[in-house]
């Protein structure tokens, strides 16, 4: 994988399909199929991979994680940014305290959404996939975007920020986290034996 497919996850898939390289193209195409194969020395070398508003267009998430956390197995210091849209947002439950649950053309609810997730679900998706999560944090809505970028856009924005403090799954619109692979048994054993053909060689040179 070229470095710039990596980096081409940092968009959301449609316009990453439109904008990224032919090899980012496919690599995009095949997660929505769940049919992504990583090559695992692809992720060895790389310290940081963007997975930003994807997880949710996939059909299952579960099999991506683990399909990524095989391709790190020997890169536990790789960090992995991920975002995703937050079910739990207000506005989504007072939508289904009136009896409202509509998908539409972008938000939350976007038709291209195949899965959606609290931050508890969103955690529990990447710890039982052999992940850590460092960070979690709460995303503001895209308020400009309604009232513009302008002084009530800000304000919003302000606002949003200060509930999220308060109750962040509640409040956030989105969902970001930070989150590193758990060393395998695989890494530990190469690890071992790293260490223990060090201490040969010096041995024997010590006795030269």
């Known amino acids: 994988m070229a470095d710039d497919s990596v980096h081409a996850q940092a968009a959301a898939p449609r316009a990453a399909a439109a904008e990224a390289p032919a090899a980012a193209r496919t690599l995009l195409a095949a997660w929505h199929k769940t049919e992504c194969r990583i090559a ?3 992720f060895v070398f790389i310290a940081l991979v963007l997975i930003l508003d994807v997880i949710e267009h996939l059909a299952s998430p579960e099999a991506f994680v683990d399909q990524l956390r095989a391709a790190l197995a020997l890169s536990p210091s790789t960090t992995l940014l991920v975002s995703t849209a937050n079910i739990g947002f207000v506005v989504n439950r ?6 409202q649950f509509n998908y539409g053309k972008r938000g939350i609810l976007d038709l291209t959404h195949s ?3 609290t931050f508890a679900s969103f955690r529990r998706l990447f710890e ?3 992940f850590r999560v460092r960070l979690m944090q709460g995303i503001p809505g895209p308020f400009p975007l309604v009232f513009g970028d302008g002084l009530v856009g ?5 606002v949003n920020r200060v509930l ?7 409040f956030s619109y989105q969902m970001f986290f930070v989150v590193e692979p758990q060393p395998s048994l695989e890494y530990l054993l190469q690890t071992a034996q790293d260490h223990s053909a060090v201490r040969t060689e010096q041995r024997r040179a010590a006795s030269r």
């Open 40 to 42: 695992v020395a692809a």
């Open 94 to 99: 007072l939508m289904l305290l009136i009896g």
């Open 115 to 117: 899965r959606l997730f």
């Open 128 to 130: 039982q996939g052999g």
């Open 154 to 158: 800000r304000l919003m924005i302000a």
């Open 164 to 170: 999220i403090r308060i109750a962040r799954g509640l």
